[in-house]
């Protein structure tokens, strides 16, 4: 029978602590009970996890560097820092510096953004002779010209609707309501969808703006389909979703001078900094703009 490692016994303690009194989801227990567990192997042959030293957690940044993936590796290190943390907390000797997890920070992915000239490729990709065209058309005007998320558009009520006001109210993430200016040339498409074709998919009463041919609520995978047929039809390589047109809504505003305060709102972030990684897409076009015009660019 193999011998227990005597370091899993901590490791236990730690992961009865993350489900009993932080409430912790199996999936999040599973995560760190891998991640830890890989530097339980790492450090094989310590009798405790006093037995650290900083010659030993050598070994650990020899096991970070070698991950594929920065992501990965922050992972695994930070689950690793929460363990030395708690055990320190409740009173175990711990001889190292907790290990930091800065050295390990994924690269910050920047949200995919069309250009306008391919927004209104995409725009304008719309199977033209087809039924579904003054829905299609409507709902990536809807897109782009109020930045929504696909779990938003497919659940917009006509009485989310104003057109008298031109604005739209719609529930996102954690049922926090916002108010979106409706632009003129979406509104028109919206009101027209509304007024004359919209019933004529209908088998039943319903309260949702878009539709399937059955009448039903439209899923996200249609949404999806929408896009990518209209985005080939206009040219538009690569993909292109729901979350290309609201990053392009997002970039268009704050190149237009928007604030980015109210471009928060309008997007319907919980927090500034994730509006503001937009503002480096905006930057960067600007600067690739500027040197291909300088003429030392």
Known sequence: MEAQNPLNESVEWF???LKVEKGASP???EAYTRDIGAAVVCFEGLASWEELTDEIMLRWDRFLGSQKSARTAQRKASALRSLLKFLKRNGVAIQVDLPSTGGFRAPKRLPKALPLAQVNDVLSGVETDSRLAPRNSCLLEILFG???RVSEVVALRTSDVDLETSVLRVTGKRG???VIPIPSTTQDKLAVWLREHRNALLRKPSGLVFV???GTALSRQAVYGVIAAAAGAGGVVGHVGPHTMRHSYAVSLLKGGADLRAVQELLGHESVATTQVYTELADEEIKSRYLAAH???
């Open 295 to 297: 003429p030392r660019g």
């Open 15 to 17: 992961i009865d602590h």
């Open 146 to 148: 109020c930045g929504l």
């Open 212 to 214: 399937s041919t059955r």
């Open 176 to 178: 926090k309501m916002r």
């Open 27 to 29: 999936h999040t227990l």
